[in-house]
């Protein structure tokens, strides 16, 4: 085998090497929320979190744990959320909506795709049979160091 080939076998194995630590990281990166802020959200408690954190342009988690008024986690809540930002000269409104997942009884995770930096206004919605939905609002704001 010439040393070419061994050159471009190791240079290779190198790159798949490093792929999968990034791959892994990453994975691990995007599931370790940080620590959460506590949020009254219409007849809801909630404890919630955005990774990365600081948020920025593209993939954002938001993480939720949600309790009733007697503080008992709340495993059969529908969440839904978008990200809105505003129309500006020329560039259109731009829109995310959020994927949910139900990670254990009563916690919550909403990823976003964000399109660009800048300010995003979500709305997070919160419906369980029996209770009222709920909603809040908030900015969120990507690109902020």
């Known amino acids: 085998m010439s040393k070419r080939i061994q050159a471009r076998m190791v240079l ?4 798949v090497i490093a792929s999968i630590g990034v791959l892994v990281a ?7 929320p940080a620590p959460g802020v506590e949020l009254r959200i219409g007849s809801f408690q ?6 990365p954190d600081p948020p920025r342009a593209g993939r954002n988690s938001l993480f939720l744990e949600i309790r009733d008024e007697a503080g008992e986690t709340v495993a059969d809540a529908t969440l839904s959320a978008s990200a809105v930002m505003a129309a500006m000269g020329s560039m259109p409104e731009m829109r995310s909506v959020a994927r949910s997942e139900v990670l254990a009884s009563g916690r919550y995770r909403l990823d976003f795709e964000l399109g660009m930096s ?3 206004s979500v709305t997070l919605r919160i419906e369980k049979p029996g209770a009222a939905p709920a909603e809040l609002h908030f900015e969120l704001k990507t690109g902020v160091p």
């Open 12 to 15: 290779g194995a190198v790159a």
């Open 26 to 32: 990453g994975a691990c990166w995007q599931r370790e």
């Open 46 to 51: 909630a404890t919630a979190s955005v990774t």
């Open 118 to 120: 800048g300010s995003w």
